[in-house]
């Protein structure tokens, strides 16, 4: 596993992170098989680990702190989100100050930690983004409960005020083979001393159209989400079904090394729910992508622009 420093804030991270979210953290899917892949992910040089509070309705957060529990996480960066938190089925939003702390020093109590490594603000709009809120983030700092604030959208126009803001350290965006229009913002934020993470690195699989490989309780579930949420990436990712037949490396491996061959990005963070694909995925540190590859990508992007 490689590293790249996390911007300006000081820290260095996995150039791969483990996302904790998702199917991951509902309690149909295996306790055991879920701290597995985390102790696992860990093993392989992992120092990034991202979950948030209103992630998988609510339970991620507390299955990662059981993960931890008895290891050193002095190596870790562990990242959560406020912001949203979830309740009676439904992901809620407050972004009052108020909020964020209690959302923070909660997050803190379910991971069984002293201090987070980053805390993001999920998905603010650029009217929540309010001076207390700001103010509030460097008083978490100042009393030692986050090492770094940031900013998780995928909203061009709040990613470039965060990049404004003293106060945030990263911003995670959408960036991946379908999102080449990322890629100003990433060297604005880089320009900046922002850490950027990559969310979505692998397209949510549509590159290999997952949505049409239903082996088990979570393809489905994933398979769901996507045709309710992104069907313009599903029709769009079969443009790049090539990545899956390049020689030496898979299709995920060649989405992630994408993403890595940007030096704005810190880190890209991938989610699985198996181990098989967690070690395919961990193995793209430190690939390059083939010129031909990159050249084939480039012409597909094209045609959708």
Same mark, same amino acid.
């Given at each position: %596993?490689?590293?790249? &420093? ?66 050193d996480v002095s ?115 880089a320009a900046a001393?922002? *850490?950027?993470?990559?969310?979505? &690195?692998?397209? %949510? ?11 088990? &309780? ?9 045709l309710a949420r ?17 020689? *030496? ?21 991938? *989610? ?17 992508? &083939? ?15």
């Open positions: %596993m490689l590293y790249r &420093p996390l911007g300006a804030t000081g820290l260095t991270v996995s150039e791969i992170g483990f996302g904790c979210a998702s199917f991951w953290g509902k309690p149909v899917f295996s306790e055991r098989q879920a701290v597995g892949l985390v102790h696992a992910a860990i093993e392989a040089g992992v120092t990034l680990l991202d979950t948030g509070a209103s992630y998988s309705g609510g339970q991620a957060e507390p299955r990662l702190g059981r993960a931890l529990k008895g290891r190596r870790l960066v562990i990242a959560s989100k406020a912001g949203t938190y979830a309740q009676g089925g439904k992901v809620l939003r407050d972004f009052s100050a108020a909020a964020v702390r209690e959302s923070t020093e909660r997050s803190l109590r379910n991971l069984g930690i002293g201090a987070l490594g980053l805390l993001q603000l999920h998905g603010p709009t650029l009217g929540e983004l309010t001076e207390d809120l700001i103010a509030e983030l460097a008083t978490l700092k100042a009393r030692g409960l986050i090492r770094a604030a940031g900013v998780n959208s995928f909203d061009p126009a709040v990613v470039e005020a965060a990049i404004a803001l003293a106060q945030i350290d990263v911003v995670m965006i959408d960036y991946n083979v379908l999102r080449p229009q990322r890629e100003p913002l990433i060297a604005r934020a001393g922002k *850490g950027v993470l990559a969310g979505m &690195p692998l397209a %949510m699989g549509h590159t290999a159209l997952k949505v049409a490989n239903i082996r088990g &309780p979570q393809d489905f579930w994933y398979a769901a989400r996507g992104h069907r313009a990436e599903v029709r769009a990712g079969a443009r790049f079904s090539f990545l899956h037949r390049l020689r *030496g490396m898979t299709g995920s491996q060649a989405a992630l090394a994408y993403v890595l061959a940007n030096r704005g990005v810190s880190a890209a963070v991938i *989610g699985t729910t198996r181990a098989a694909h967690l070690h395919e995925d961990l193995t793209a540190s430190g690939m390059a992508l &083939p010129a031909e590859a990159a050249a084939r990508i480039a012409e597909a992007q094209s045609r959708a622009s």
